[in-house]
């Protein structure tokens, strides 16, 4: 995981403008810093409707909380997974076969196997008040599990070493493979008999069963994960240009330390 | 009771590790940048 | 994003003396760090991992049959749901049929017209109670359903607590659902 990050030692004094670049995060724009505050404050209002204005369910009591989150962690998991498929595509399919676009792939793929695990996790906790068991070997829940299984083995296969564009060839192969499954996992409740219950309201027939402010408060859930996810991809994607630069960078010090060597042979 | 317990933990578990990926995303950023010349960073 | 690892033509010229009898040959031990040229293990492990647990997904999903249950109306009728043997059956709990003593649960499911008696030794957990409907897994046995599993199935409907709750409590069968 942290194979890139530099040993402290090798790290350059740092001038007047490093430390204030720091101070900034070195990630950050003007507009990254607009979606952050918009994505903090949509959260705050995730969790005051989520907990305190939305009403208990009549049947779920309070356990219905925990979907202002699990749905929405489940939609950006899919939203991040698309991403990566997408950009998977751009990089191959484009003639520049451009590393920006493996970045945001991996960036997204990354971001999304975090709120997957977090979709599982809510999930069965969510499945243990209302089913009675934390896990159930049906349609959904293991269709979930395939496709988050799935998309750790994708981050592992980009971690597996060789060069920039090596890397960015075999993932984006995978991630254009992978996005098959979402549409299957969506489906899923539709295409076998599920204890999950079917889409409330991205489903077939269009009608919403939700009582008005249970609603609203998932729609917040779904828009401050959303600029959430944003606001994690334009940063890590450029985390990872910063990563990239810095492997070059080795390059460099491995090469200017053959010419040394040579040196020294010619001089001897 | 036990509802509310496992409603707590969903929340806290979820913003919790969503706030600490952000945290160390950007800590990791800000190491690796160091040694990028950060003065040709093509967002800036 | 060149490819700084090839070396571009303009420094060939500038640096031909200085490049001139570079041994370029990979050392893996000797690189700074040793992190590009390393063939590395975690990401392997990891990999291998992910295959073990993606296969035992699957067998998993496939053991258990693909549909996940079968309605009270289909037991001894669909294929599959061959009353001989090891069964998950879905139905609602019928109103007033819920009776429960210190070891065991009985109660009836419905669904589509049929009922089947269910026994549980035991308290189903979650968010059981009457009218909700329930996948209940165990074996036929003289007529009852002896049960060793019961999951609450939850429908796909929400609504806040107090709205509906007159209406349902004065009438004697339960809310129809969709």
Redesign the interface.
């Known amino acids: 995981?942290?194979?890139?990050?530099?040993?402290p030692q090798?790290?350059?004094g740092?001038n007047a403008?490093?430390v204030s670049?720091?101070w900034r995060?070195?990630?950050s724009?003007g507009f990254s810093r607009v979606l952050g505050v918009a994505t903090l404050v949509l959260?705050v209002w995730l969790?005051l409707f989520?907990?305190l204005f939305s009403?208990?369910?009549?049947?779920?009591?309070?356990?219905?909380?925990?979907?202002y989150?699990?749905v929405p962690?489940a939609w950006v998991a899919y939203l991040a997974f698309g991403v990566t498929g997408l950009s998977s595509a751009m990089y191959l399919f484009r003639r520049a076969h451009?590393?920006?676009w493996d970045r945001v792939a991996g960036a997204s793929a990354e971001?999304g196997v975090?709120f997957m695990a977090?979709t599982l996790?809510?999930g069965s906790?969510?499945g243990?008040?209302?089913?009675?068991?934390y896990w159930?070997?049906?349609?959904r829940l293991?269709t979930t599990?395939?496709l988050f299984?799935?998309y750790?083995?994708y981050?592992?296969?980009?971690?597996?070493?060789g060069?920039?564009?090596a890397r960015a060839k075999r993932s984006a192969v995978l991630g254009l493979l992978a996005v098959i499954e979402i549409p299957l996992v969506h489906f899923s409740v539709e295409l076998?008999?599920?204890?999950h219950?079917?889409?409330?309201v991205a489903?077939p027939s269009g009608d919403v069963?939700?009582?008005g402010?249970?609603l609203f408060s998932l729609f917040v859930g779904l828009i401050a994960f959303s600029l959430?996810y944003f606001?994690?991809v334009l940063?890590?994607q450029?985390?990872m240009?910063?990563?990239?630069?810095?492997?070059?960078?080795?390059?460099?010090?491995?090469l200017v330390?053959?010419?040394a060597?040579?040196k020294e042979?010619?001089r001897a | 009771m036990r509802d509310n317990v496992f409603v707590a933990i969903c929340y806290a578990l979820t913003l919790g590790s969503l706030l600490s990926y952000a945290t160390v995303l950007l800590r990791r950023a800000r190491r690796a940048g160091r040694v990028a010349k950060s003065e040709e960073l093509p967002w800036t | 994003m060149t490819d700084t690892s090839a070396p571009q033509p303009e420094d060939a010229d500038v640096e031909s003396d200085v490049n001139a009898g570079l041994n370029l040959t990979p050392r893996p031990d000797v690189t700074p760090s040793g992190r590009r040229n390393r063939r590395r293990i975690g990401p392997i492990i990891v990999l291998a991992v992910v295959v073990v647990a993606g296969v035992v997904v699957i067998t998993q999903f496939l053991g258990k049959s693909l549909d996940y249950y079968c309605n009270v109306d289909e037991v001894s009728v669909k294929a599959g749901c061959s009353a001989d043997r090891s069964l998950r059956v879905q139905g609602t709990v019928e109103r007033g049929s819920l009776t429960r003593d210190d070891t065991e649960t009985r109660f009836i499911i419905a669904f589509n017209g049929k009922t089947m008696p269910v026994v549980y030794d035991g308290d189903p957990g979650g968010k059981f109670q009457e009218c909700i409907p329930v996948v209940v897994r165990g074996r036929l046995s003289g007529g009852t359903f002896l049960g060793n599993e019961v999951e609450v199935k939850h429908s796909n409907e929400y609504a806040a607590k107090n709205k509906s709750r007159i209406d349902t409590a004065e009438s004697s069968t339960c809310p129809q659902a969709a």
Do not use: C
Not at chain 1, 192 to 195: A, E, G, I, K, T
């Open positions: 995981m942290s194979t890139t990050v530099p040993n090798s790290i350059p740092t403008s490093a670049r720091r995060g070195i990630t724009t959260v969790v989520g907990l009403p208990p369910d009549q049947t779920q009591q309070s356990s219905v909380r925990i979907m989150i699990h962690t451009s590393l920006a971001i975090m977090l996790i809510t906790l969510w243990r008040l209302t089913w009675g068991v159930a070997w049906d349609a293991t599990a395939f299984v799935t750790v083995g981050l592992a296969v980009r971690r597996l070493g060069s920039h564009q076998w008999r599920s204890l219950q079917e889409a409330s489903n069963k939700m009582d402010l249970m959430l606001w994690l940063h890590r450029r985390a240009y910063l990563e990239d630069q810095y492997d070059d960078a080795d390059l460099d010090v491995a330390e053959r010419r060597e040579t042979h010619s």
